[in-house]
Structure formats: structure tokens, C-alpha cells
């Protein structure tokens, strides 16, 4: 089974490839369809361009100078949800069409915040940065979600929906306010968020 072709109107080369690459199905589709490696290359070379470190610093409007109560915090990983594609690759892991990226930065007396969620298959893009005195912080957590992934079902067409869990990072405000962002790509981010919680806990003794 092909793509619909509504899906591709008005896309990009590399878009259409991205969108065939998640939906495309049926006996033929393993030809018609990019690797999982060229992908996640993709995926790589997109994130490198657009230098997102020094556009949070950017937003933020401090120099990292100013910032060095614990070492900056990179967190990041494939962002799940209605509003994106998704599928399990030929080697068992999920993948989908959006990425989270996020950046905290750490003052004497403030957390800065930067999350940039990437599409790959539009050009559009949502951004936002934050600040918050410690005290208004609750609590940095992380956890698992579960959620449905599609997995293309061979000569038949179409697609199962297999559960798999991802990892999650949040921070809970005072005003009931929550952020967060997929941790999935980050391999010590417990570590990371470990140095987060030891500070905020000093700040606030």
C-alpha cells in the first residue's frame, strides 16, 4: 500500500520520504522505504543544524558564564502523541515524526528552561523558554509511559498498534504548571536529573 497522496501535497523531498518512511506498507514497502539508520541519520544532521544551545542562550538572554551552579542539562528523545506519525522499525525500536530537545540552564538563584519540539515531516516547529526561582519549583521526576506504536503488518497492509514504554522528564511549578519533555535518546539521564534533584534540594534547606 502506498501513501495517500494528500499526505505528501505541498512536502518537501526529504518530507516525503519521512512520511513514506512511517506510513508506506504491504510486500513491496521494505524496497520503497528508507533504512532506519538513514533516518535516525537524518533525524541527527536536522538536530546538528540547528545549533539549539546557543539559541536557548539565545532566549534566555544570559551568557553561560552566568549559568554555572551545576553543568548545563541536555535532555531529548522522540516526542509521542495524535499529532505525529510513529512506527517500530525493522530492528524493534520506536521512532516517531516529532523530537523533544531541552536545555536547562542553572543561575544562583534560577532555572532557565528551553524545549524545542522538531518535526520532521512539516516545517513547523514549537518552541518555548522558561525561567523559575527555585523556590517556586516542586519537584524534578522522571518516569515511564506506555504508549501505542504503529507496526507495519507485511503483504497485508495497514499496521498493528504495539504498546512500548518511553521515558519521561517533568518539572512540576508551584502554580500547578507542569514541563516536560521524552528523555528516550538520553542514556544517563537519571545521573542528570540526580544532580538537578540535589540541587533544588539545597536551595530550598
Known amino acids: 500500500m502506498g501513501v495517500p497522496k ?23 514497502a521494505g ?4 533504512k532506519d539508520d538513514v533516518y535516525d541519520q537524518m533525524l541527527l544532521d536536522k538536530i546538528n543544524s540547528l545549533n539549539l544551545k546557543q539559541k536557548a542562550l539565545g532566549k534566555i538572554g544570559l551568557d553561560e558564564d552566568q549559568l554555572k551552579e551545576i553543568p548545563p542539562v541536555n535532555l531529548y528523545g522522540f516526542h509521542y502523541g495524535d499529532d505525529n506519525y510513529s512506527r517500530i522499525g525493522k530492528d524493534n525500536l520506536p ?8 536545555w536547562l540552564f542553572f543561575s544562583n538563584t534560577q532555572v532557565y528552561m528551553y524545549t524545542y519540539v522538531l518535526d520532521m515531516t512539516s516545517d513547523s516547529k ?11 519549583i516542586v519537584s524534578f521526576t522522571t518516569s515511564d509511559e506506555t504508549i501505542e506504536v504503529n507496526k507495519p503488518s507485511g503483504c497485508l497492509g495497514g499496521a498493528t498498534k504495539v504498546k512500548t514504554e518511553y521515558n519521561y522528564f517533568r518539572m512540576a511549578i508551584t502554580s500547578g504548571d507542569k514541563f516536560g519533555v521524552s528523555t528516550t535518546g538520553v ?14 534540594r539545597e536551595k530550598k534547606s
Open 95 to 102: 521512532r516517531s515524526s516529532k523530537y523533544d530537545i531541552a
Open 31 to 34: 524496497l520503497r522505504r528508507m
Open 187 to 200: 542514556r544517563d539521564a537519571e545521573s542528570a536529573v540526580s544532580a538537578m534533584k540535589q540541587k533544588l
Open 126 to 136: 514549537s518552541e518555548q523558554a522558561e525561567e523559575y526561582f527555585y523556590k517556586d
Open 6 to 28: 494528500y499526505l505528501l501535497k505541498g512536502k518537501t523531498p526529504e518530507q516525503k520520504k519521512i512520511i513514506k518512511y512511517f506510513l508506506d506498507s504491504g510486500c513491496f
